[in-house]
């Protein structure tokens, strides 16, 4: 179980200027919350030290008769462990596919590079009966950083909503973003009141509020539907079905619904089934009678 205490430590190894972390200060001063990160492959080992501390002053870590050390003019010779001087980075790709099932974004959703180790578009979150996308960055402080992600939201957020959730503790102040793309720090957005770690929902919310009432029923072209509470999104060959039974108002056999599209399925099921589970929709909103005919039930 990844808890808030979990979280806020890598983002505070993240928001370092290196990055990384020893082991030593790892599993010294964080024990079994250092231990257990290592375990989950949450931090992984990127190098070791060329140089270490000792008696005040800093040293080169240089290779002695098969041991790591360094020598010092007042005690000669001291060796170290060779876990001593490994370094961690954060496993960015553990850490972005926990947020994404924070936020409940699909398994089958992989996040798209943006820019390497800084920027992911994480793929999009249901806020709010809303879809948003999701994009986020480290090391906004850097100008560069900050140039690519305005040229990324100007190209493809120019007027459309999406979170940018920023991973380590820098957000400079001068920054200026719009409206509708808000930046807001991780920690910003935990349920505090939490144990395991999630994101308050209140809070994400409220970044993007719904302008007036949300009206029930199909959006223009039968690609969403909102009943009941839940939102429903459908394939172009979905909606084309969805629009037949819902244009019909009654019970239709499969034969003569999928004739009437420019599906060459012959079960109607197939088409509302991937990767061994059905759409939400199914059992839902579209009933049968187990004999073939199928209709809506949207009222």
């Not at 709010?128 to 996308?133: A, S």
């Not at 200026?176 to 929902?201: M, R």
């Not at 809070?203 to 993007?208: E, H, Y």
């Not at 099921?269 to 049968?288: E, L, M, T, V």
Request: aromatic letters at 12%.
């Amino acid at each position: 179980m990844i808890i808030r205490e979990d979280i806020a430590l890598i983002q505070n190894i993240i928001s370092n200027s290196s990055r990384m972390i020893t082991y030593d200060c790892l599993t010294c001063y964080f024990g079994e919350r250092g231990k257990k990160l290592l375990s989950l492959k949450a931090l992984i080992h990127t190098g070791n030290r060329k140089q270490i501390e000792y008696e005040g002053r800093f040293y080169r870590i240089r290779y002695h008769k098969g041991k790591s050390g360094i020598f010092s003019t007042h005690s000669g010779w001291v060796y170290f462990n060779a876990d001593c001087l490994k370094l961690y980075a954060v496993c960015m790709k553990w850490l972005i596919r926990f947020i994404q099932d924070c936020l409940k974004i699909p398994d089958h959703v992989h996040a798209k590079i943006i820019a390497p180790d800084h920027i992911w578009h994480l793929g999009s979150s249901h806020i709010d009966h809303q879809n948003i996308p999701v994009i986020s960055v480290v090391s906004l402080f850097e100008q560069e950083i900050q140039k690519k992600l305005q040229t990324y939201l100007q190209k493809y957020h120019h007027t459309e909503s999406a979170l940018v959730l920023v991973l380590d503790h820098h957000i400079p102040a001068y920054l200026q973003y719009s409206e509708h793309t808000p930046h807001i720090i991780l920690q910003d957005l935990v349920d505090i009141n939490s144990q395991p770690f999630k994101f308050d929902s209140k809070k994400v919310g409220a970044l993007f509020p719904v302008q007036g009432n949300i009206i029930e029923g199909f959006s223009e072209g039968y690609r969403t539907e909102y009943f009941n509470d839940t939102e429903y999104h459908f394939t172009l060959l979905q909606a084309e079905i969805i629009e037949i039974m819902d244009t019909d108002r009654k019970p239709l056999h499969q034969s003569e619904i999928l004739s009437r599209t420019t599906s060459e399925q012959i079960r109607l099921a197939s088409i509302f089934r991937s990767k061994g589970k059905y759409h939400p929709a199914w059992g839902q909103i579209i009933k049968n009678d187990g004999k073939g005919n199928y209709w809506l039930d949207v009222d």
